[in-house]
């Protein structure tokens, strides 16, 4: 059936579909068997916009049949055109269409092709519709984390945390990678959490962000982890050099191994450093302790 011609095949599935005068009931499934092999004629003839169209129908008629593989077969319809529509450069049809095949994914009840989906479409998306593409893997984490597999959701951590970067959105890449240290830690990745953590602190020094990069600092040094690390102890070194304003240290500690084995979008901002007013983090750094050097001699 490969080889026949898939107008005709789209033509009859779409009367199958259509009540008439002759024809009282529709037969969707009959027409999405004729949509599918319309779809793969379609595709081996490189006809790109109309083999997506015959999968969006192939999709639709899954659903319709409500079959128990129904929302599978559905998916993948979807995916599919979803794949067409990226080489069609149809950016919007990328999104709505993996979405929808994320969508369908769950009614099967399998999350991790549902965050697959919504990778795919965020990858496609990354150069030219980077915010949508943020959505897409935040919303793919999200799949992966209410259903427990936050380690699988590393790589999208991995990657949204990129695009932030190269978007210069540093606010929100340190955000989302404390979301990705939380995430280590509930699944016991201990290694990976404490990356992601000395990663924050570094996009927030990168950022000229000295005081919320030293509450980050503070607020990991609560977690046991993270405190008995290499990443503690190569931050615990940056904020020393950062305190007494040594430029040769900072970019020492910048070419550490510890600072070497995280991912490379963090190594390009390290090797940064120092990035904004160095004297002026020294001197903040002197009157906060002359202060704490006055409440320690206060003895009224």
């Known amino acids: 059936m490969a080889n026949s011609d898939p107008?005709?095949?789209?033509?009859?599935?779409?009367?199958?579909?259509?009540?008439?005068?002759?024809?009282?009931?529709?037969?969707?499934k009959a027409a999405t068997e004729l949509f599918e092999q319309a779809a793969i004629g379609y595709r081996m003839r490189k006809n790109n916009e109309k083999?997506?169209?015959a999968f969006e129908k192939a999709s639709k008629g899954q659903e319709m049949i409500s079959s128990f593989y129904?929302?599978?077969?559905?998916?993948?319809?979807?995916?599919?055109?979803?794949a067409l529509a990226k080489d069609l450069h149809r950016w919007n049809e990328v999104s709505d269409h993996y979405r929808k095949a994320s969508d369908l994914y769950m009614e099967c009840g399998r999350s991790q092709?549902?965050?697959d989906?919504?990778?795919?479409?965020?990858?496609?998306?990354?150069?030219?519709?980077?915010?949508?593409?943020?959505?897409?893997?935040?919303?793919?984490?999200?799949?992966?984390?209410?259903?427990?597999?936050?380690?699988?959701?590393?790589?999208?951590?991995?990657?949204?945390?990129?695009?932030?970067i190269k978007l210069e959105k540093y606010m929100d890449a340190a955000i989302f990678l404390l979301r990705w240290g939380a995430a280590a830690d509930k699944c016991n990745a201990v290694n990976s959490q404490c990356k992601a953590y000395l990663s924050a602190i570094i996009v927030y020094l990168y950022a000229h962000d000295f005081k919320q990069a030293q509450k980050c600092y503070n607020d990991c040094t609560q977690i046991t982890a993270f405190l008995g690390s290499d990443q503690h102890?190569?931050?615990?070194?940056?904020?020393?050099?950062?305190?007494?304003?040594?430029?040769?240290?900072?970019?020492?500690?910048?070419?550490?191994?510890?600072?070497?084995?995280?991912?490379?979008t963090i190594i390009r901002l390290a090797r940064k450093l120092p990035t904004g007013d160095l004297e002026g983090i020294k001197a903040g750094a002197e009157d906060d302790d002359d202060l704490e050097a006055l409440d320690d001699g206060d003895l009224t």
């Not at 990778?119 to 209410?146: F, H, V």
């Open 51 to 53: 083999a997506k169209e």
């Open 233 to 264: 102890r190569c931050a615990s070194k940056l904020f020393s050099a950062y305190r007494e304003g040594d430029v040769e240290e900072i970019q020492r500690v910048a070419q550490s191994s510890a600072v070497s084995h995280l991912d490379h």
């Open 7 to 28: 107008d005709k095949l789209m033509s009859k599935a779409e009367k199958l579909t259509k009540l008439s005068f002759t024809r009282w009931s529709t037969d969707w």
């Open 113 to 115: 092709p549902a965050s």
């Open 117 to 164: 989906a919504l990778a795919k479409g965020a990858s496609a998306l990354e150069d030219t519709e980077p915010d949508e593409a943020i959505r897409m893997y935040n919303d793919a984490c999200g799949i992966l984390e209410e259903d427990g597999k936050e380690q699988m959701a590393f790589d999208l951590y991995r990657s949204s945390t990129s695009i932030y």
């Open 70 to 82: 129904g929302p599978w077969d559905a998916a993948k319809h979807m995916e599919s055109a979803a």
